[in-house]
C-alpha cells in the first residue's frame, strides 16, 4: 500500500495538473486518485507501525484500493481514460 498510494496519488496529481485540456469525467478520476492514494498511503503507515493488529487501517486502505482500481477499469473501458493502442 505504502508504494501504490505515492503511485496513485501522483497520477491523480498529473492528471489535475492538466485541468484546462481534459474532460471532466477525466478530471473526476483524477480526483478519485488525489483522494484515494494518501488514503492508502497512510494505510500502509499505519499498517506498518502498529504490525498489522488493527483492522480499520487495513479497510481504509482495502477501500480506497478497491476505489481507485474500480474507476481506472471503469474509466478505461468507457474510453474517458485515453490509452494508446496499435496506430
Known amino acids: 500500500m505504502l508504494l501504490f498510494g505515492y503511485v ?3 497520477g ?3 492528471i489535475l495538473s492538466q485541468w484546462h485540456q481534459i474532460s471532466p469525467l477525466y478530471a473526476a478520476i483524477g480526483v478519485i ?3 484515494a ?3 492508502m498511503l497512510a494505510s500502509g503507515v499505519g499498517i ?3 504490525l498489522g493488529r488493527r483492522k480499520l487501517t487495513l479497510w481504509a486502505g482495502s477501500v480506497s484500493a478497491i476505489c481507485a482500481g474500480v474507476s481506472l477499469v ?3 473501458l468507457s474510453y474517458i481514460v485515453p490509452c494508446a493502442g496499435p496506430t
Request: charged share 10%.
Open 8 to 10: 496513485i496519488s501522483e
Open 12 to 14: 491523480g496529481y498529473r
Open 33 to 35: 486518485w488525489v483522494v
Open 37 to 39: 492514494g494518501p488514503i
Open 48 to 50: 506498518f507501525l502498529s
Open 74 to 76: 471503469a474509466g478505461v
